[in-house]
């Protein structure tokens, strides 16, 4: 357990779903984000929230709309994704920018 | 922009033996901290040891220890004693000033009984 917990764990979804990742984190961290691993590339980060507000949108298209309510939780809502979008998404919390504690991820597929 | 370079896609140890695993970065910040992650078969990614750029001391974790070389950009990290539990994929990761972590591609570690 790392203090980061991650909903659902397993997700499969088709082409016109809309879906939302949810992570929580119970650490008292002021920083949250998103990663994507697909299989044989590194880690990209995706979105960063610093005291609820987006830091950091690495260029990720607009079908990953993040949502961030409060410090402790933070949202990935889905829509329209491709099939190329299937892979494992992490949530990390940090208090600023020091070590990023992740949560178990969410295997995404779609279909 | 910072740059973490894993130079061994894949290493292998003898179990109770001893394994380095290389890291290089690159960075034009003097105050950042370096992280080795360590990702077994269920993807949960934990945290092995940190490492505070101000500090000369290297970092060390009971079986873990790191040798960073700040001039030289260097930061590896040394498993002692090797157990079966260590085979992993392992992340040398770099945190600066701006939130991001960057994360090298990673070395996939097996170890042999």
Redesign the interface.
């Known amino acids: 357990e790392?203090g980061v917990t991650q909903t659902p764990r397993h997700l499969v979804m088709g082409m016109t779903n809309k879906k939302s990742l949810k992570c929580e984190q119970h650490l008292g961290h002021n920083?949250m984000?998103w990663y994507k691993?697909s299989a044989k590339k590194?880690?990209e980060?995706m979105f960063?929230y610093?005291l609820e507000e987006r830091?950091?949108n690495n260029s990720v298209p607009s079908r990953f709309s993040p949502e961030c309510p409060n410090s402790s939780h933070l949202f990935l809502h889905l829509h329209t994704l491709q099939p190329e979008d299937s892979a494992?998404y992490?949530c990390?919390s940090?208090q600023?920018?020091?070590?990023?504690?992740?949560g178990?991820?969410t295997?995404l597929t779609v279909v | 922009a910072q740059t973490v370079t894993q130079s061994q896609p894949e290493m292998s140890v003898q179990e109770a033996e001893t394994v380095t695993l290389s890291c290089t970065y690159d960075t034009s910040e003097s105050d950042?901290?370096l992280?080795w992650?360590k990702q077994p078969p269920?993807?949960?990614?934990?945290?092995v040891i940190?490492q505070e750029a101000y500090k000369q001391q290297n970092a060390t974790e009971n079986r873990f220890s790191v040798n960073f070389q700040k001039a030289a950009k260097s930061f590896s990290l040394k498993i002692s004693d090797s157990q079966l539990g260590d085979a992993a994929m392992y992340?040398c990761a770099f945190?600066?000033?701006?939130?991001?972590?960057?994360?090298?591609?990673?070395t996939l570690l097996t170890v042999n009984p």
Not at chain 2, 42 to 47: A, C, E, G, K, N
């Open positions: 790392t920083a984000y691993q590194p880690l980060l960063v610093s830091v950091e494992l992490l990390a940090s600023g920018p020091r070590e990023a504690f992740f178990q991820g295997r | 950042y901290y992280f992650y269920s993807r949960q990614m934990i945290l940190r992340f945190g600066g000033s701006n939130y991001k972590l960057t994360f090298g591609k990673g």
